[in-house]
């Protein structure tokens, strides 16, 4: 378990390396890094989300090509890696 002298010898190691002044902009950085891994998880599970069986409405998988449900063939769109 972390406590507290952990923490505050690990600030005054992060201190050391990088200096008072680029804190600010590595912690901007981490910000923006961690916004845009959000943006991008919960695009991805919308993604996954709306493609559902055209017959039975059963939400599908990106790969899959026929329902497990009713068995019906769905068609396979392309996903652009961009």
Avoid: Y
């Avoid at 005054?12 to 891994?37: D, N, Q, R």
């Avoid at 599970?45 to 939400?59: E, G, H, L, Y």
């Amino acid at each position: 378990m972390i406590g507290n002298q952990d923490l505050i010898l690990g600030a005054i190691i992060v201190i050391v390396l990088f200096g008072a002044k680029k804190l600010p902009e590595l912690a901007g950085a981490l910000g923006k890094s961690m916004k845009e891994f959000k943006k991008g998880a919960t695009e991805g599970a919308a993604d996954n989300a709306s493609r559902t069986c055209a017959s039975c409405q059963t939400p599908l998988e990106a790969e899959w090509s026929h329902c497990p449900c009713c068995g019906a063939s769905t068609p396979v769109t392309a996903i652009s890696k961009t």
